[in-house]
């Protein structure tokens, strides 16, 4: 069997970069096991969750949460992933199952690998170099953004996923599962059961890291506090082209694909190379492009932009209409079909370490 997990956070709706290095991969995923036309020569599963439960170490009032929460789900309805007898869309916190396993696997989890972690400190803008030797770090710090990727190992091992598709940005923590599940079965195996965790790989899209439109040195994040940084994958027309004219360049006359030099430019054209899911390498787009002036290759960005999203938003405004039960009959299903396979995951795990209910 292929079993597929991905997971999230609901701190806003999905952004490009969301939907070229992870979301669009998930589709994928989807589609090739919903096709009738598809003999397939193994059982495809796959488990997409909204992880409001990792959303938590964000700082976002109750009422924004519910209201996030909300458009996350339907988001991913409106990009076409919903609930089949090979896919289940859920919400983390509907299933009780990761809060529990995170619990025992952060028995088995190296603060020392944590702290050599960099997400915790990116959230925190502190310098990579940060250690828990600086009280600086550590009064800012709380237990729960320290330990997300316990809770992020713990939801791959619950649906025993063999892939995870995501952005670079998540290696270091499958990698981190990836560890953790070898502890925990060789704990296991020692005292004589069989090993109970599968070890998962991540799947890397070819759009890895999508920089933002304001400062093309960092990532583009749901979490950056300027909205115009990223474009989102309900965006209007107007709002696009707007969002790529503003999109940070440089005065340097022509088009070229030099990430170092000319960050902003080179991450519109990676842009341009990904939505039109083209196979030339960066330069030679570029290359092509060498005498167009900067508005108009802004305009082509846009363009081809709002084509890859066609389609998106007209769905989620439908969805998100409060006469719409299509979004609750989802979160429903899901719901139940994640907590009946957690739940057997969960208790092989109790069993293997004598938790098992006493008759
Ligand atoms: P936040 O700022 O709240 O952390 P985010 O934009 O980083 O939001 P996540 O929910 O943390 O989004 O991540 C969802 C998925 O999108 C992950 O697989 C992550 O690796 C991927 N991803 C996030 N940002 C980018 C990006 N800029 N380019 C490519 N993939 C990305
Ligand atoms: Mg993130």
Redesign the pocket.
Known sequence: TRRVF?G??P?GVP?L??Y???LRQWKRFHDQSTDPNLVLDYEPQQFFSIVDLHSLT?DVSPQDRLRLRKESFASLLAMGLHNTAETTVFFQSDVWCHAELMWILSTFASTGYLSRMTQWKSKLNLPESANLDSDEATAKLKLGLFSYPVLQAADILLYRASLVP?????LQHIEFTRSLARSFNSYVQRAGSGAVFRIPWPVLSP?????SLKRPTQ?????DPDPKSRILITDSKEDIYAKVKGAITDSEPGISFDPERRPGVSNLIEILKHVTESNQPSLFIARDLENVSMRAFKEKVAEEIVKALDGIRDNFLELMQPDNSRLHDEVFQGGWKARDKAKSTLQDVKRSLGLQTLA
């Open positions: 991905s999230i956070q701190t952004h970069g969301n070229l290095g992870a964000g995501v952005g670079e940005d998540q759009a890895k890291r999508i920089m990532k583009m994040s749901k979490s």
